[in-house]
């Protein structure tokens, strides 16, 4: 028999199942499952298993399913049906070992047989008697399974309403991580501009502080330059006074000069005109003087008497003509 599973391939859930059941515990292989996907993915498909073995203990298992048209395909086999527990399944299909999808994990179940070891005795050997036990072993395995499968499906709607939460709850985290990622990019961006904005300050600090020395050092200049001037300025104030002191002292001196000069000079002209008035009697006196020679060979001039008496002798070794005023007579 075929059991035919529909997988949607946008919600990976479980859209519609011929039966939920692989079999009754013992049977030999009775089923073929048969996977259609609401829009056909090409590639290879394995069914992950989980199970219980006799000891009560999970065991993990793959299949490997075969392609047939647009679905994939296995034959259940007695080891599956060795335990009569609930089997978890999943269906995977990969392309060039690349998962492409993932159903959610759905159950199947594997149904108990009563395994009798022994006959009914002769006597409860009554056929209504048999058919009475069958329908009531029927009757209380088909309550099971109504049971089981309304555990299955309000444990399928638990699992899938915890799907949505998880779905919703991680809707959240992507949400919350994408926001904690702007605000630690926006953090980021804004400690580069902290750390730019804190390296201009220092620039323009470290500027302000050059400046600031410079002005400083520009106002120490100016305080000497404004020293050395008003040092100047005094300088030339006294360069000045003595300048007039020596100024006057020099009109002064001048004057003194001049008049000195001017009482030297009317000397001068005094002397001159007394040198010219005697140089005048003495050609006068050339003119009219008479010669002689005295007792002592002596060649005596008599002259007027401004120029009074001149004597001129000859100076044997020298050869030169020596005069000197001697006597004179008056006229």
Same mark, same amino acid.
């Given at each position: 028999?075929?059991?035919? #599973? ?11 199942? %011929? ?7 013992? !049977? ?15 590639? %290879?498909?394995? =069914? %992950? ?9 999970? !065991? ?20 599956? =049906? ?10 995977? /299909?990969?392309? +060039?070992? %690349? ?26 050997? !009554?056929?209504?008697? /048999? ?6 072993? /029927? ?5 099971? #399974? ?11 709607? #638990? ?12 809707? *959240?985290?992507?949400? +919350? ?17 902290? *750390? ?5 300050? #220092?620039?323009?600090? $470290? ?17 000497? @330059? ?12 006294? +360069?000045?006074?003595?300048? !007039? ?11 003194? =000069?001049?008049? $000195?000069?001017? $009482? ?8 001159? $005109? ?23 060979? @002596?060649?005596? /001039? ?30």
């Amino acid at each position: 028999m075929q059991n035919k #599973i529909c997988i949607d391939t946008e919600t990976r859930n479980i859209k519609s199942r %011929e039966r939920n059941f692989l079999g009754i515990a013992g !049977e030999h292989e009775i089923e073929q499952i048969v996977f259609k996907l609401s829009a056909f993915i090409v590639g %290879e498909a394995i =069914l %992950e298993i989980q199970k219980y073995n006799k000891e009560n203990k999970q !065991e993990k298992y793959f299949i490997n399913l075969e392609k047939q048209e647009e679905s994939y395909i296995f034959n259940v086999k007695n080891s599956l =049906l060795d335990v009569a527990k609930p089997i978890k399944m999943q269906l995977h /299909i990969t392309t +060039a070992n %690349e998962e492409v999808f993932k159903s959610k994990i759905f159950e199947m179940q594997v149904y108990e047989a009563i395994d009798a070891t022994e006959t009914v005795p002769e006597e409860y050997a !009554e056929w209504i008697d /048999i058919a009475n036990s069958a329908i009531s072993r /029927i009757t209380a395995l088909e309550d099971k #399974i109504t049971k089981n499968e309304k555990e299955r499906d309000n444990a399928e709607k #638990i699992r899938e309403t915890a799907e949505n939460e998880r779905s919703k709850s991680e809707k *959240k985290r992507n949400i +919350a991580e994408q926001n904690r990622i702007t605000a630690e990019t926006a953090r980021e961006t804004a400690e580069k501009i902290r *750390k730019k904005n804190e390296s201009d300050r #220092i620039v323009n600090e $470290n500027g302000r502080i050059e400046s600031e020395n410079k002005r400083n050092n520009s106002e120490e200049a100016r305080k000497t @330059n404004e020293s050395e001037r008003i040092a100047n300025e005094n300088s030339r104030n006294s +360069a000045e006074e003595n300048r !007039e002191k020596i100024t006057t002292e020099a009109v002064n001196n001048i004057k003194n =000069l001049n008049e $000195n000069y001017k $009482n030297l000079a009317e000397e001068k002209t005094a002397e001159l $005109n007394e040198i010219a008035d005697g140089v005048k009697d003495m050609a006068t006196a050339i003119q009219f003087a008479t010669f002689e020679i005295d007792e002592n060979m @002596n060649l005596c /001039i008599n002259t007027a008497d401004k120029l009074k008496n001149t004597s001129f002798s000859l100076n044997e070794e020298t050869g030169e003509m020596e005069v000197e005023i001697v006597w004179a007579k008056q006229y």
